[in-house]
């Protein structure tokens, strides 16, 4: 079993900025996927931004060149640094983990708000 634990959620207004961390505890294996999902108001879950434990990286379009997945696997933390926020980024941000064989686990979500 793996929990994941999100914080960094809030209110911002157009153009700033936020980070979300999501720190994992639990059994966690060397070869994984650290992933941020969002679900907007009356959309389907979307994938934000994947990090493997081999440091690749990827990103929806919606985000690319704003949006920063990092990751500190001695803390067992990912993170989302998000600059240049917009109104359509407003949604409940979910940290997910997926080991190599499929296995997935989600956390509980934040609430990022952006708006004047």
């Known amino acids: 079993q793996v929990q994941l634990v999100e914080s960094g959620g809030g209110l911002v207004q157009p153009g700033g900025a936020l980070r979300l961390s999501c720190a994992a505890s639990?059994?966690?294996?060397?070869?994984?996927?650290m992933n941020w999902y969002r679900q907007g108001p009356g959309k389907q879950r979307e994938l934000v931004a994947q990090?493997?434990?081999?440091?690749?990286?990827n990103y929806a379009d919606s985000v690319k060149g704003r949006f920063t997945i990092s990751r500190d696997n001695a803390k067992r933390t990912v993170y989302l640094q998000m600059n240049s926020l917009k109104p359509e980024d407003t949604a409940v941000y979910y940290c997910?983990?997926?080991?190599?064989?499929?296995?997935?686990?989600w956390g509980q979500g934040t609430q990022v708000t952006v708006s004047s």
């Open positions: 990090s493997s434990s081999g440091d690749s990286t």
């Open positions: 639990g059994s966690i294996f060397s070869k994984n996927y």
């Open positions: 997910n983990y997926c080991t190599g064989y499929g296995a997935c686990y």
